[in-house]
C-alpha cells in the first residue's frame, strides 16, 4: 500500500511538472546544426536562459547560415521562428525585410564598427585555410602562392555553406575584376567541394586534403581542448575576409518581450563567456574574464576584409557565377 501511495504520488508529480512545462510561453530559436550539438554553445545558453526566464526555450537546427535563410524565406511569415541565431553579413540584407529592430544597446568587440539596427553579432572570425604543421612545412602566402604550388584544398558550396560565401567574397574583395581568373587559376587545387563545413573539415583531418576553408580560430579547438599543436592557419598577404555571426528577431514574433530578452542574453556575460570554446570563434562582447590564452597564438590578419551587407548581396549573384564558370571548366 505504501509503495503504491508513493508511486501514485510520484506520477501525480511527475504530471504536475509536465503540465507547469506546458503552462511556460515558449521561444522558438532557429540556428545552425553545430551550435546545438552537445559540444556546441547551444544547450548551456538553453540552461542558462531557462534558469532566469520562465520560459522553454526550444531549438531548431536548419543546417548552415545559408539553409537558415533559405527557410526563413521559404516559411516566410508563416514561420514559427521568434529569433533567428547565425546569419552573417553576407545574408542579412535579404533576410532584413522578415526582422525587425532589436533595440539592444552591447559594447561590442569587433574588429569594424557596428550600427545595424536589425542584427545583434553575437560571434565574429576571419575565413582561413588549416593546414598541418607536420605535413607542410611552408604555406602558401596568397592566393597566388597557393595557386603556384602543387597542394589540394577543400572548400564549401558558397550555394548551401557560410564558408563557401565568405570564400567567394574574401576572393572578390581581394581581387575585384581579377576574381575569374583567380577562380579559373585556382580550380586545379581544389580536391572537392562539400555541402557544408564539417564535412570539409573532416575530409582535411582524414589527410585526404593538404589544407582546408575554415576559420583562423580552428586551430584553437586543436590547441586548447587536444593539446594539439599541429593545426595552423595560413596568413594571407591579401588579408582575411571576417566573417560576423549575427542574431535578430523575426517580425512576426508573437514572443517579442521575451524575443528582446534572449537577444540580450547573447551578449550578456553568461553567452559571451562560453562562445571562444564552443563555438570556436571570437566573442562579440570580450567577457570579463577574458578568453583562453591559447587564442594568442592564433594569427591576427590585416587587413580585416568584408563588404557592407548591401555590397555582399549585390556581389553575390555574380560571385557565384564566376565561381561556378570557373569549376566547370
Same mark, same amino acid.
Not at 522558438?28 to 520560459?55: H, I, K, L, M
Not at 552591447?106 to 545595424?116: E, G, Q, Y
Not at 585555410?129 to 597566388?144: E, G, K, N, Q
Not at 570539409?200 to 586543436?222: I, N, W
Given at each position: 500500500?505504501?509503495?503504491?501511495?508513493?508511486?501514485?504520488?510520484?506520477?501525480?508529480?511527475?504530471?504536475?511538472?509536465?503540465?507547469?512545462?506546458?503552462?511556460?510561453?515558449?521561444? *522558438?530559436?532557429?540556428?545552425?546544426?553545430?551550435?546545438?550539438? +552537445?559540444?556546441?554553445?547551444?544547450?548551456? !545558453?538553453?540552461?542558462?536562459?531557462?534558469?532566469?526566464?520562465?520560459? &522553454?526555450?526550444?531549438?531548431?537546427?536548419?543546417?548552415?547560415?545559408?539553409?537558415?535563410?533559405?527557410?526563413?524565406?521559404?516559411?516566410?511569415?508563416?514561420?514559427?521562428?521568434?529569433?533567428?541565431?547565425?546569419?552573417?553579413?553576407?545574408?542579412?540584407?535579404?533576410?532584413?525585410?522578415?526582422?525587425?529592430?532589436?533595440?539592444?544597446?552591447? %559594447?561590442?568587440?569587433?574588429? !569594424?564598427?557596428?550600427?545595424?539596427?536589425?542584427?545583434?553579432?553575437? &560571434?565574429?572570425?576571419?575565413?582561413?585555410?588549416?593546414?598541418?604543421?607536420?605535413?607542410?612545412?611552408?604555406?602558401?602566402?596568397?592566393?597566388?602562392?597557393?595557386?603556384?604550388?602543387?597542394?589540394?584544398?577543400?572548400? +564549401?558550396?558558397?550555394?548551401?555553406?557560410?564558408?563557401?560565401?565568405?570564400?567567394?567574397?574574401?576572393?572578390?574583395?581581394?581581387?575585384?575584376?581579377?576574381?575569374?581568373?583567380?577562380?579559373?587559376?585556382?580550380?586545379?587545387?581544389?580536391?572537392?567541394?562539400?555541402?557544408?563545413?564539417?564535412?570539409?573539415?573532416?575530409?582535411?583531418?582524414?589527410?585526404?586534403?593538404?589544407?582546408?576553408?575554415?576559420?583562423?580560430?580552428?586551430?584553437?579547438?586543436?590547441?586548447?581542448?587536444? *593539446?594539439?599543436?599541429?593545426?595552423?592557419?595560413?596568413?594571407? &598577404?591579401?588579408?582575411?575576409?571576417?566573417?560576423?555571426?549575427?542574431?535578430?528577431?523575426?517580425?512576426?514574433?508573437?514572443?517579442?518581450?521575451?524575443?528582446?530578452?534572449?537577444? +540580450?542574453?547573447? !551578449?550578456?556575460?553568461?553567452?559571451?563567456?562560453?562562445?571562444?570554446?564552443?563555438?570556436?570563434?571570437?566573442?562579440?562582447?570580450?567577457?570579463?574574464?577574458?578568453? *583562453?590564452?591559447?587564442? %594568442?597564438?592564433?594569427?591576427?590578419?590585416?587587413?580585416?576584409?568584408?563588404?557592407?551587407?548591401?555590397?555582399?548581396?549585390?556581389?553575390?549573384?555574380?560571385?557565384?557565377? +564566376?565561381?561556378?564558370?570557373?569549376?566547370?571548366?
Amino acid at each position: 500500500m505504501i509503495r503504491n501511495s508513493l508511486m501514485a504520488l510520484g506520477l501525480a508529480t511527475t504530471m504536475g511538472a509536465a503540465a507547469m512545462a506546458d503552462d511556460l510561453p515558449v521561444l *522558438n530559436v532557429y540556428t545552425y546544426d553545430s551550435f546545438v550539438s +552537445e559540444w556546441g554553445p547551444g544547450p548551456r !545558453v538553453e540552461q542558462a536562459f531557462e534558469a532566469t526566464c520562465g520560459c &522553454d526555450l526550444k531549438f531548431t537546427a536548419v543546417g548552415d547560415g545559408a539553409a537558415l535563410l533559405a527557410r526563413i524565406q521559404l516559411e516566410g511569415e508563416r514561420t514559427a521562428a521568434d529569433v533567428v541565431l547565425g546569419l552573417d553579413t553576407n545574408l542579412t540584407a535579404q533576410a532584413a525585410p522578415l526582422f525587425a529592430p532589436h533595440d539592444v544597446s552591447a %559594447d561590442l568587440d569587433l574588429p !569594424v564598427a557596428w550600427d545595424d539596427p536589425l542584427f545583434l553579432p553575437f &560571434d565574429w572570425g576571419w575565413f582561413a585555410f588549416v593546414y598541418d604543421t607536420t605535413r607542410l612545412a611552408s604555406p602558401p602566402r596568397s592566393f597566388r602562392d597557393l595557386i603556384d604550388s602543387d597542394l589540394s584544398v577543400v572548400i +564549401e558550396d558558397p550555394r548551401s555553406s557560410t564558408p563557401g560565401l565568405g570564400l567567394l567574397m574574401w576572393v572578390k574583395a581581394a581581387y575585384g575584376d581579377e576574381a575569374p581568373a583567380i577562380w579559373r587559376a585556382l580550380a586545379p587545387r581544389i580536391l572537392t567541394v562539400t555541402p557544408g563545413w564539417s564535412e570539409a573539415y573532416g575530409l582535411f583531418l582524414e589527410g585526404e586534403a593538404d589544407m582546408v576553408l575554415s576559420y583562423t580560430t580552428s586551430p584553437a579547438y586543436h590547441l586548447i581542448a587536444d *593539446n594539439d599543436a599541429t593545426k595552423a592557419a595560413a596568413r594571407f &598577404d591579401e588579408g582575411h575576409y571576417l566573417q560576423v555571426e549575427v542574431a535578430g528577431i523575426v517580425a512576426g514574433t508573437d514572443q517579442p518581450d521575451l524575443a528582446h530578452r534572449f537577444m +540580450e542574453f547573447m !551578449v550578456s556575460d553568461a553567452v559571451q563567456s562560453v562562445i571562444p570554446e564552443t563555438n570556436w570563434m571570437y566573442p562579440a562582447v570580450m567577457p570579463a574574464d577574458g578568453i *583562453n590564452p591559447g587564442f %594568442d597564438a592564433m594569427i591576427q590578419p590585416a587587413p580585416s576584409l568584408l563588404f557592407s551587407a548591401a555590397e555582399a548581396e549585390a556581389l553575390r549573384d555574380p560571385a557565384l557565377a +564566376e565561381w561556378r564558370d570557373a569549376l566547370a571548366q
